[in-house]
């Protein structure tokens, strides 16, 4: 075994402040055009599914589960651009990692928008448009691994948990993002009009903001492939007691397996929740409960705003007292609290207000996992495989739990008549992860990056 190095892990000259600011905001901008992606493709399901996926004749329900089918599938080719680009961030370095997904996800999301509907061309539409999906699945497993690689490894001591709560941060700004565009649309322009072309402009508005992003990003300071650094030179937090980061040879594959499953069972509960309430909802309130779009992104909104407001202080919070607290708090709330929450949105006798806080505090509860989530994967891996490591285990999660909510929920509900599904899939979710959040260390946060 190798002896720790003591001291801190390295000098603090070598990340200097400007580059740590301006590592934050380069991983950030990314993660936001990304969710604002998924997040319009999610409000927008309905509207997609009638012109892609439902041909003159075909039900409703059908075209809208296809639709998702697509969505869903998009998420398990994340795994393989987490095993692609992690393996690249962690042999080539992060910044050219970052470079290529950017420009990826952007061209991908922006010919979405240009891409001809079933009226036009028939067949080929959907499978085109499953096609351009892929792509942004294969950059998106890439993003997450290197933002919050760079993020987490050039935090200053003692902030791990607050840098790498931008990372969910962004994500609810990208949620946010597409939802106020979707209510904008929706207010100010016909149906006839939203379904005829309205749909494209939240698409076709990726392309300036990743001409934004990757401007950002070939910014960043040069970085030596991670894999080639002595693992005492590897940036992070404080040490606790003097104890320096933990040396040793590079991790065995199983070691790395082992890892990456222990990973998406501590953030199952996040992935599903996260997406049951934030993205899902819309669509479930419209097919299940009758409400308008308009109301429908309205909640969403609320849910978001909560998830937003509970994102930083808990990172933060997590940075004094762990992240398995936090964390752990967050996952029972959910898991307590999903049904009555979902009963007092189903009850039409229920004040709009109180609907509202019930959707605020769902996403609140999200928050609170989400916001040490980024600093506690970074922290289950070594430099060399941190990367394809924490993108793995974040892809295969959200490729399981995450790209299946709508499917699952909208097929299941459709096929039992059970509205109540929603929140057994999120409480169920939240209670095995909080069996896998207790074997955390309590004082991770305090170790440094290995």
Sequence with gaps: MTTPVPGPVRPPATVRPDDARRALVAGSVGNFIEWYEFGIYGYFATVIAAQFFTPEGG??????????????????????????????????????????????????TAMIGLLPTYASIGAAAPWILTLLRI?????????FGGAVSVMTECAPPGRRGRYGAWQSFT??????????????????????????????????????????????RLRLPPDEPPSARPPALVPGGRAKGGAGPEGGPRPR????????????????????????????M?????????????????????????????ILPAGGLSDRIGRRT???????????LALPLLHLVQDPGAPGYAKGAALFAAG????????PGPAMLAEMFPAGVRCTGLG??????????????????TEVVERTGNVDVPGYYAAATCAVSVAALLTLRGDDHDRALR
């Design 326 to 336: 936090v964390m752990v708090a967050g996952a029972l709330l959910v898991t307590v």
């Design 282 to 310: 819309p669509s479930y309130l419209q097919s299940t409960l009758g409400t308008t779009f308009q109301r429908a992104l309205l909640g969403t909104v609320l849910a978001n705003l909560g998830f937003a407001a509970s």
């Design 253 to 280: 594959p199983g070691e790395t397996a082992r890892a990456v499953l222990l990973g998406i069972g501590r953030m199952m509960g996040w992935s599903a929740a996260g997406y049951t309430f934030l993205v899902v």
């Design 171 to 216: 994500v609810a700004l990208g949620l946010l993002a597409g939802a106020a565009v979707a209510v904008v649309l929706a207010s100010v322009l016909t149906a006839p009009q939203l379904h005829g072309w309205g749909w494209r402009v939240p698409f076709l508005l990726t392309l300036p903001l990743g001409l934004v992003a990757l401007r950002l």
């Design 135 to 143: 792509l942004q699945g294969l950059s998106a497993g890439g993003e």
């Design 392 to 409: 793995l285990a974040y892809a295969l999660s959200n490729a399981v739990f995450s790209g299946c909510a709508g499917l699952i929920i």
């Design 364 to 371: 609140a509860g999200v928050g609170l996992m989400a916001g």
């Design 59 to 108: 039900s409703e329900v059908e075209g809208l589960v296809k639709a998702y089918a697509s969505f869903a599938l998009a998420f398990f080719f994340r795994p393989v651009g987490a095993a692609v680009f992690g393996r690249f961030g962690d042999r080539v370095g992060r910044r050219p990692a970052l470079v290529v997904v950017v420009c990826l996800m952007t061209g991908a």
